[in-house]
DNA sequence: TTCGACCATAGAACGCCGTTCGAGGTTGAC
DNA sequence: GTCAACCTCGAACGGCGTTCTATGGTCGAA
């Protein structure tokens, strides 16, 4: 059961989602595809808990973060680790709290969070909201991330510049008085860093927060 | 090509993204596989220009709006209408903004909410970030909404109350020492309303971004 | 030592998928 | 009548998730 899971995440580490079919696990681990079904009732509940396998390593990093009087500051730097870990394993963004039953990890991860957010002043409904908001934006964030990776980028065959170039190409290509926004920040597009990006999002949920929360 | 994007469309909101098929298609528009390929290189392509399709509704219906005296109010509106376009066709949460190539629909709707930006007091890279935080709360909101719908919810065979009910008892029966953040938003799970979710996820950032335009 | 119960393995087979391909039809300009 | 250009079709290919059946291996009971 290890040994299917450390070889799942592998092969998912190596070429992502698509990659991680019965025969080719089987293959790696020399045995058949009738043997992982032994383990694993079906491909959904492989990704469950190979996803949650790759969560714990989130978590422990995430536990070893030391509380500061800030709980804010505390959730921004766990949705950083978070963040940073789905930027190593992108395929982690598409499965990540699909179910929790089988992702007991995953679950830890969403109590920790939210334990933050009991030190807040707010209502239990807020509490809630807050933890999913921040959650959904690191999910997001990084699920864009591992999409506008497509093939060739992944080949090595076209640099990331190159390729942002190309769509700021196109689109500093449309009309100005239509899509003077486009325009405006064709630039940031063409240089941008998705990690700030992501900070950008956070921080503005984060914001909200501390403004709903009174400190 | 129009009956092929309108069967596609069809297809998806009769039975969701697995449901389209080349096969499937074909015989509802009472023709070969081959000739759709004829229309569309591929199903990425297909996919895009579906989804374009549909935006392009949400895109009317965001242009029908008329601007208020304050842009965030206006982007807010904005986003709840995507919102619940995305509430009606769940499978738009995965293909949206994936290459604005072939969703031109798409990046008009991405201009329409920038130039709201336009009138904020902001730098072009808080703009920038300002409009991808937004569609990515409401892209990650819905996506969420898609994903808990195990099939069985579709079918119609269990109540969406007797869904939640069933997560919110085994998370009620966890340890209450380990889980005290679980145990006390459990019953907000239980009855939660995925719309209040995504609007208090929204109305937070949209409060940090009020907060970075000193407005 | 033999035997059966049970855990575990293996891989052929099934049906579905995206995609390719070559063989056609249809149309209108010359 | 000819010839391109446009469009249609469905068999065929390889790969996928999943099922099923047959077979090893292990180990306590007899």
Redesign the pocket.
Known sequence: MEAVLTAAVALLDEAGG???????L?AR???????I???V????E?LDRATDHAIGGVLAAVEKQPDSDDPIADLRAMAVTLFDAIVDRPWLSAYFMRNTDLQSNSLRLYEKLGRQTLRLDLTPRQRFHAVWAIIGVVVGSAADLGVEIPQELLDGHMGRDEYLGRFAETWRSLDATEFPYVHQIVDEFAGHDDRDQFLAALDLTLAGLRLQAGA
Request: charged share 15%.
């Open positions: 698509p990659a991680l079919t019965f025969r080719a089987a681990l020399g045995t058949g595809v009738g043997t079904y032994w383990y009732s079906n491909k959904d492989l």
